[in-house]
């Protein structure tokens, strides 16, 4: 996923924005929020795999403690 941010922020940033339409703004703008809201889920995504690599290993360490 941080490819497909990376290529669609290099995207978004080639666009001459002194020539859009209204709607074609109003569209830029859209993306440019869409764009901001997947970085941050991509953040939390991370976090989240962090979060579960720590679960695991507690929960492997449990079931080798208990197996003895």
Do not use: F, S
């Not at 996923?1 to 859209?30: C, F, W």
């Amino acid at each position: 996923m941080a490819d497909t941010i990376a290529e669609t922020v290099e995207l978004l940033y080639t666009i001459d924005q002194e020539n859009l339409t209204p709607d074609q703004q109003i569209a830029l703008g859209t993306a440019l929020a869409n764009l901001a809201q997947a970085e941050r889920l991509e953040q939390i995504n991370e976090r989240l795999r962090g979060i579960h690599q720590v679960l695991n290993t507690w929960a492997m360490k449990a079931t080798v403690d208990g197996g003895r």
